[in-house]
């Protein structure tokens, strides 16, 4: 596992940033962080959730054999990106080979193989793969993030895990929202979970907001939540997502943010 403070370039932390250890302690600690980045630091050495702290620790330190050599991140991983995004990007949760390993969501796996690639032809990444936090990779106009944010056995994680991580996802929006005209949700659990946050955070919501489902559009004030279907190898290796749909989805997301 990388230490808090270690100087890796996803490590918005210190060896004195507070680390939360239930859910009231995310939640007051997410409320009362006072900048972007000390959300990120504090969501990054967060241990409220015992069965995902044990999990994703278990994994850093057994590891799978293609990536025996390499030091595993192993701890929640953060949003990244733009710090004023027009376009925002949410997932589920790390993977936990790839952001478990590489501290980047959708870094170092199969899922962010497809997501970065249509990215860089929507022309919000410099470069189509994201393989390591070293790799040069910058977000244009965009930002990633996700309401889990530790690897959960089978990518399944529990209601009262979502729940207990949400306040982290509701502080970094608190920062960023302001200036995001799109939101593409991937998968339905993202979809819940977002619209949840956006409810917390006063956004303006219809009484019966729509189900999740592809190309699915919520119009809200100032900015439009579209949904897609999860970058997952169980929805690009059969054919449910393909690369024209995920371009529809961000030539849409652009258009509606104003980015060229
Ligand atoms: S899932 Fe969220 S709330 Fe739970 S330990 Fe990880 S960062 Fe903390």
Known sequence: M???GSGFPTDSASASTPVA???ADVERLA???PSLAEVSGRASVCRACPRLVTWREEVAETKRASFAAETYWGRPVTGWGATQPKVLVLGLAPAAHGGNRTGRIFTGDRSGDWLFAALHRAGLATQPTSTTAYDGQELLHTRISLPVRCAPPANKPTPSERDAC???LVAELRFVLPTVRAIVVLGAFGWGATLSCLRKLGVPMPTKAPAFGHGVELELPGLTVLGCFHVSQQNTFTGRLTEQMLDDV???ATDLAGVD
């Open 2 to 4: 990388i230490p808090p």
């Open 21 to 23: 250890v239930t859910a």
């Open 31 to 33: 409320a009362g962080a």
């Open 166 to 168: 949400a306040p982290w």
């Open 250 to 252: 961000f030539r849409r």
